[in-house]
């Protein structure tokens, strides 16, 4: 993991065209207010701040991707202007593509290929992605990275880390958390920049997906190790929809469809480990033949398996029998709340008392993104630091609750016994017999 701290001459002049490009660019939207109708004078400045990261390059584009993605932290108008970052950025030349390309494969473009297409499919901040197809016939795509790209972004980093410090003297800056923010970004583009990596999690998680004989309507591209290099993966070309851009059918296929997605999903977290950490609606596409399928590894959340068992144990008492004291015994297994003189009843009490909120009074309504949000906060309360990757797991519910929302309204998340089938496979038969329902074969 490269050093983040340091900062020197070129993190130096990088802050100074930073600041000056920041700048500007909230000074001519600021003059262009007094034109607009009926515009808040803060979504004007967001909207500069975001022309100022277009401008920035890759890695301000990523963190406003951040800022798009998790509007509860960061203010909303703010997240709402930086929503423009989740689209496409302008493509790198074709030629300097195919020569990344020759240059990891070691063969010419018309060795390795029967075809390849210099248009790119998608551009995003760190890789564009182009279709090819391979000498045995496989339809596939291949993930380039941006040239310089990695040090272009180490010093943008480094520069974005020391001006967060600078940041967190002032109050709103110092609960947001800025510097952490930076040190996240640092650690997710580290990881998305290892191409080995990637691939390797990305294979792990399609082999996982049919540990238990089941899951056939979901699925990630295979990943074609010979055509992969330090700066490229090649992998399986899907044909499908993403799922903002598909046109649901009825209801009943809308929440089945889900449904699908997120039991791989909850599975990967609790039972294997890699679990897909950016399942916006782009990475989750509705293939011809009605899988669906992830794509996209750049950003994956490993637990460390003390939190997996927690994570586990907060589903059981959610959909089977309400006891948080199984949470309760897990943090305690972690050396915290050991100096709280309370049983893990009272302390699973505590912890049902304090989510009482979002509890409510029907366990049908719970909203699990919001609960795990809440389990952090309460964890802080008992000393307790939870890894990172539960906060990127939370955030991955709130995606599929969002989701749900659209595509399956009056399905609950949190109640649904398919989803954890698995997990729990004695304990979901019997609830399933009790209540005199069928949960789908696959």
């Not at 598909?246 to 699908?260: A, F, K, Q, S, T």
């Not at 003189?341 to 989510?355: F, K, M």
């Amino acid at each position: 993991m490269p050093e983040l701290g340091r900062f020197r001459l070129p993190e130096l002049w990088r802050s100074t065209i930073i600041v000056a490009v920041l700048t500007m660019c909230v000074i001519v939207s600021l003059l262009k207010w007094p034109f607009a109708r009926e515009r808040r004078l803060v979504d004007t400045a967001s909207e500069g701040v975001v022309n100022g990261f277009e401008i920035l390059g890759p890695t301000f584009v990523k963190l406003g991707q951040l800022m798009a993605s998790s509007s509860g932290v960061f203010p909303g108008p703010l997240a709402d202007a930086c929503l423009r970052c989740l689209d496409d950025v302008p493509p790198f030349p074709a030629s300097v593509a195919r020569s990344r390309i020759e240059e990891d494969l070691g063969h010419t473009i018309d060795v390795l290929f029967t075809e390849f297409e210099d248009r790119p499919l998608a551009a995003a901040s760190v890789a564009q992605v182009h279709a090819c197809t391979l000498r045995d016939g496989r339809r596939a795509v291949i993930k380039v990275q941006r040239p310089h790209i990695a040090e272009r972004m180490l010093v943008d980093l480094r520069a974005a880390y020391w001006g967060a410090g600078i940041l967190e003297t002032f109050e709103f800056f110092r609960i947001a958390n800025a510097t952490a923010i930076i040190r996240d970004l640092h650690a997710a583009t580290v990881t998305e920049l290892n191409s080995a990596v990637e691939a390797d999690r990305q294979t792990r998680f399609r082999d996982n997906i049919s540990a238990f004989g089941d899951n056939k309507h979901v699925t990630t591209p295979e990943v074609y190790w010979d055509y992969c290099g330090p700066h490229v993966i090649c992998m399986e070309r899907m044909s499908g929809d993403p799922l903002d851009r598909w046109v649901p059918g009825e209801d009943e296929h809308n929440r089945l469809l889900i449904r699908r997605g997120v039991k791989v999903w909850i599975e990967s977290v609790v039972m294997h480990g890699p679990f897909h950490g950016d399942v916006h609606a782009g990475n989750l596409w509705v293939l011809d033949d009605g899988r669906i399928s992830f794509l996209d590894f750049g950003i994956v959340g490993v637990l460390p398996a003390e939190w997996r068992q927690i994570i586990k144990d907060m589903f059981y008492a959610t959909v089977i029998d309400g006891d948080f004291s199984r949470v309760a015994r897990g943090v305690r297994k972690l050396g915290y709340v050991t100096e709280i003189d309370a049983t893990d009843e009272e302390i699973g009490a505590q912890v049902a008392t304090v989510l009482a909120p979002i509890l409510g009074q029907d366990l049908g309504e719970l909203k699990l993104s919001t609960l795990i949000v809440g389990l952090i906060q309460v964890g802080k309360q008992w000393g307790v630091t939870s890894p990172e990757e539960l906060v990127l797991f939370g955030k991955q519910l709130g995606y599929f609750e969002r989701y749900a929302t659209q595509l399956a309204p009056g399905w609950v998340l949190g109640q649904d016994l398919y989803l954890f089938r698995n997990l729990f496979p004695e304990a979901v038969a019997a609830r399933t017999r009790e209540l005199g329902i069928t949960l789908p074969e696959d």
